[in-house]
C-alpha cells in the first residue's frame, strides 16, 4: 500500500469554498472505527496557482495557526483567482495537546517526512502532505515559530536556489512576506525530513518558512507581521482577485545560516543566565551564558560560547537547561557573491 489511507471530505478540484477534515483512520479503545479530524479548507475560483498554506505542523507554534484560522474564515471564492488550500493544524494531535510533537505517538511532523501509508499518524499526516497535497501546489508556505522553548526575531527563511532566476524569485517572495530577518540557508545540518525538503522533492516551485515568535504564546506584533505577511504573500502569488491588506512591507535584512558553528549550545545542565539578548551583535568565541548549579552553588559556573560571529536571531527562553540544548543561534549578514 502506497497510497494515502486518508481520506479527504474536501475535494479539490471543486469550484468554492469548502472546509472539512482530513480523515486519518484510527481505531484505538475508546473508538474503535475512529478517524482523527485534521481541519481543512480549500478556495478555488477559476484559473490559476495552487498556494498550500500551512501551519500547527509544531502544535505549540500558534502565531502561524492564529493566522490562518482567521484566514480561513475570511477569504471568499470571489478573492481568490486559482485555488488556496489551507492546513492550519498539520499536525492535529500535536495542535490539540499545544506541543512540539504528538500526544499519539511522539511524532515530530517536521522530522516525519516522507512519512509512510502504513505507519503511526504523524507518518500518515507526512506521507498524505507529500503525495497528495504537495503534488497539487505551484507555492508552499509552512508558518513556524519558535514553540515552547525558542524565541525568534520574526524571520522567514528558504533554502537558497543554485539558479539565480529561482533565487531572484525567492528572495522577492521574501521581500513580499517583509519581516526584519530573512535566512537564506544552503543545507541546514542535511536535514530533509521537513514539509520543505518535501516541496523540494516534489519540485513546488516555490517554498518558503517562518520563524515567527515563539515562546508558546501570540503576541500582537508577531501577529502582525504574520497576518500581513501571509496577505502580501498570497497577493505577490497572484492568487487573490484584490489585496487583502495594504500595509507595506518593512525592510528585511537577508542572513546566511551556516549549519552547526551558527548554534550554540548548552555546554552543562542547571540554571542560564544569559549575557547577551536577541539582536545583539556577537564575536566568533564571545561568551554567550553562564550556567549555574543550584544543587552546589559555590561552584563556578560553566561559560557557554559563541563558535561563529553574527546577529543574534533566536534565543531558548526557559531558565532551566540541559547540556545539548539550544541556547542560541546566528545568522550572519548574507553575501550573494
Ligand atoms: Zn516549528
Given at each position: 500500500?502506497?497510497?494515502?489511507?486518508?481520506?479527504?471530505?474536501?475535494?479539490?478540484?471543486?469550484?468554492?469554498?469548502?472546509?472539512?477534515?482530513?480523515?486519518?483512520?484510527?481505531?484505538?479503545?475508546?473508538?474503535a472505527?475512529?478517524?482523527?479530524?485534521?481541519?481543512?479548507?480549500?478556495?478555488?475560483?477559476?484559473?490559476?496557482?495552487?498556494?498550500?498554506?500551512?501551519?500547527?505542523?509544531?502544535?505549540?507554534?500558534?502565531?502561524?495557526?492564529?493566522?490562518l484560522?482567521?484566514?480561513?474564515?475570511?477569504?471568499?471564492?470571489?478573492?481568490?483567482?486559482?485555488?488556496?488550500?489551507?492546513l492550519?493544524?498539520?499536525?492535529?494531535?500535536?495542535?490539540?495537546?499545544?506541543?512540539r510533537?504528538?500526544?499519539?505517538?511522539?511524532?515530530?511532523?517536521?522530522?516525519s517526512?516522507p512519512?509512510?501509508?502504513?505507519?503511526?499518524?504523524?507518518?500518515?499526516?507526512?506521507?498524505f502532505?507529500?503525495?497528495?497535497?504537495?503534488?497539487?501546489?505551484?507555492?508552499?508556505?509552512?508558518?513556524?515559530?519558535?514553540?515552547?522553548?525558542?524565541?525568534?526575531?520574526?524571520?522567514?527563511?528558504?533554502?537558497?536556489?543554485?539558479?539565480?532566476?529561482?533565487?531572484?524569485?525567492?528572495?522577492?517572495?521574501?521581500?513580499?512576506?517583509?519581516?526584519p530577518?530573512?535566512?537564506?540557508?544552503?543545507?541546514?545540518?542535511?536535514?530533509?525530513?521537513?514539509?520543505?525538503?518535501?516541496?523540494?522533492?516534489?519540485?513546488?516551485?516555490l517554498?518558503?518558512?517562518?520563524?515567527?515568535?515563539?515562546?508558546?504564546t501570540?503576541?500582537?506584533?508577531?501577529?502582525?507581521y504574520?497576518?500581513?505577511?501571509?496577505?502580501?504573500?498570497?497577493?505577490?502569488?497572484?492568487?487573490?482577485?484584490?489585496?487583502?491588506?495594504?500595509?507595506k512591507?518593512?525592510?528585511?535584512?537577508?542572513?546566511?545560516?551556516?549549519?552547526?558553528?551558527?548554534?550554540?549550545?548548552?555546554?552543562?545542565?542547571?540554571?542560564?543566565?544569559?549575557?547577551?539578548?536577541?539582536?545583539?551583535?556577537?564575536?566568533?568565541?564571545?561568551?554567550?551564558?553562564?550556567?549555574?548549579?543550584p544543587?552546589?552553588?559555590?561552584?563556578?559556573?560553566t561559560?557557554?560560547?559563541?563558535?561563529?560571529?553574527?546577529?543574534?536571531?533566536?534565543?531558548?527562553?526557559?531558565?532551566?537547561?540541559?547540556?545539548?540544548?539550544?541556547?542560541?543561534?546566528?545568522?550572519?549578514?548574507?553575501?550573494?557573491?
Amino acid at each position: 500500500m502506497s497510497r494515502s489511507r486518508i481520506f479527504s471530505e474536501v475535494d479539490f478540484d471543486k469550484e468554492g469554498k469548502q472546509s472539512g477534515f482530513l480523515r486519518l483512520p484510527h481505531s484505538v479503545h475508546r473508538s474503535a472505527y475512529g478517524w482523527l479530524p485534521i481541519p481543512i479548507t480549500c478556495i478555488k475560483n477559476g484559473s490559476g496557482p495552487t498556494v498550500l498554506l500551512s501551519s500547527g505542523n509544531h502544535g505549540d507554534e500558534y502565531e502561524g495557526q492564529v493566522t490562518l484560522m482567521k484566514l480561513t474564515r475570511r477569504l471568499r471564492p470571489a478573492d481568490v483567482k486559482g485555488r488556496i488550500i489551507i492546513l492550519s493544524a498539520a499536525n492535529f494531535p500535536a495542535a490539540m495537546a499545544g506541543m512540539r510533537t504528538s500526544p499519539i505517538d511522539d511524532g515530530n511532523l517536521n522530522r516525519s517526512f516522507p512519512g509512510d501509508p502504513n505507519g503511526r499518524p504523524t507518518a500518515m499526516i507526512a506521507h498524505f502532505i507529500e503525495t497528495v497535497l504537495l503534488p497539487m501546489v505551484d507555492v508552499a508556505v509552512d508558518l513556524h515559530s519558535g514553540g515552547s522553548s525558542l524565541m525568534y526575531i520574526p524571520s522567514c527563511l528558504a533554502r537558497r536556489p543554485s539558479d539565480p532566476a529561482q533565487r531572484a524569485r525567492t528572495i522577492a517572495m521574501m521581500r513580499a512576506f517583509g519581516t526584519p530577518i530573512a535566512m537564506m540557508f544552503d543545507m541546514p545540518q542535511g536535514e530533509d525530513r521537513t514539509l520543505s525538503g518535501a516541496a523540494e522533492r516534489v519540485g513546488v516551485g516555490l517554498n518558503m518558512g517562518t520563524e515567527l515568535g515563539g515562546t508558546g504564546t501570540v503576541t500582537k506584533s508577531v501577529l502582525a507581521y504574520a497576518e500581513q505577511g501571509v496577505a502580501r504573500l498570497l497577493d505577490h502569488f497572484g492568487v487573490l482577485t484584490r489585496p487583502l491588506t495594504d500595509a507595506k512591507p518593512g525592510p528585511t535584512r537577508f542572513l546566511a545560516v551556516r549549519g552547526a558553528p551558527d548554534y550554540c549550545y548548552a555546554p552543562d545542565t542547571g540554571l542560564f543566565e544569559p549575557f547577551v539578548e536577541l539582536g545583539d551583535t556577537v564575536a566568533p568565541g564571545q561568551a554567550a551564558g553562564a550556567v549555574h548549579f543550584p544543587d552546589t552553588p559555590w561552584r563556578e559556573p560553566t561559560i557557554a560560547h559563541f563558535e561563529n560571529g553574527g546577529l543574534v536571531i533566536c534565543k531558548r527562553i526557559p531558565g532551566r537547561i540541559e547540556r545539548g540544548d539550544c541556547l542560541f543561534h546566528l545568522g550572519s549578514d548574507y553575501d550573494e557573491g
